[in-house]
């Protein structure tokens, strides 16, 4: 089962960024802390200092004997997580893509696959507006999920 109960310890964290914010990815699949859309903007994802409760996206397969490593895509600020077990062997990309113009807002993309085995992924999204003070509803719009908050970019 994906870890999603305790902190991870800072050291265990990978960031990426677009020049406009940036995101602390642990080696365990999670975003733990994410400022959205500017540095300087209330997080969305916050368990790294409290609990997942406060805000996780938790995206990672279920293999609990698993060595986990991450590396960086050469020349890049693409971060790669790696999960090495007996079963299976899965990658998660993480990066966070740069806009075509100062208007558009940060986009957190995430990508899992199966590079050999077969693994179960867990996926938990908790978007927790304002430091998880402000109420965060979830709603539809065609294919996409789309998080609001009251008075919330």
């Given at each position: 089962?994906a870890d999603?109960e305790?902190q ?7 960031i ?13 699949g ?19 200092l ?9 995206l990672a ?18 971060l790669?997580?790696?999960?090495l077990s ?5 990658e ?10 100062e208007?558009d ?9 199966v590079?050999s ?15 998880a ?10 294919d ?6 009251e008075?919330?970019?």
């Open positions: 089962m999603t305790r991870a310890p800072i050291d265990a964290h990978g990426i960024g677009d020049l406009r914010s940036a995101a602390l990815v642990n080696d365990k999670s975003v733990d802390f994410f400022c959205w859309p500017e540095f300087d903007s209330p997080s969305i994802f916050c368990s790294l409290d609990t997942p409760d406060a805000g996780i996206f938790q397969p279920d293999l609990p004997d698993a060595r986990h490593e991450q590396i960086y895509l050469p020349d890049s600020n693409v790669q997580t790696r999960w007996e079963r299976a062997v899965v998660a990309t993480d990066l966070l893509a740069i806009g075509d113009s208007d807002l940060p986009l957190l993309i995430r990508r899992v696959r590079v085995g077969r693994a179960t992924l867990r996926l938990r999204c908790a978007v927790r507006h304002d430091y003070r402000a109420p965060t509803r979830a709603r539809l719009d065609g996409a999920v789309c998080f609001e908050a008075r919330q970019p």
